[in-house]
């Protein structure tokens, strides 16, 4: 249990420098009249937070992995959507990085 969560600590970790860097460029192009988008992922997401910005889906797993700490104990369930949600932050801060800097 506790290796497990030291993983998701790691990512979480790695995740939020990506995510602040990622939503203060956001900011910047909204201030310049680009990034006009409404939300980050779909309602149909994993996620049950909407937002224009990336910490708020950020905030939402890490309170997930908080509250597997807090128990000491998971359902398969709850891991999975939470290692969904880790993996989804990686591949679309990489997509926006790779966006942003052609």
């Known amino acids: 249990m506790d290796s497990l969560l030291s993983q998701l600590d790691e990512n979480l970790k790695e995740l939020y420098r ?3 860097d990622a939503d203060a460029l956001l900011e910047q192009l909204q201030q310049q009249g680009q990034a006009k988008h409404q939300s980050i992922f779909p309602a149909s997401s994993d996620f049950s937070v909407n937002s224009n910005r990336f910490m708020p889906y950020l905030s939402e797993a890490a309170e997930q992995v908080a509250a597997i700490r807090q128990s000491q104990q998971f ?3 709850t891991l999975a959507r939470v290692v969904k949600q880790l993996q989804l ?6 997509e926006f990085r790779s966006a942003v800097s052609k």
Request: charged share 15%; proline share 0%; aromatic share 0%.
């Open 75 to 77: 359902n398969t369930a």
């Open 18 to 20: 990506k995510a602040l």
């Open 89 to 94: 932050l990686h591949k679309t801060l990489a």
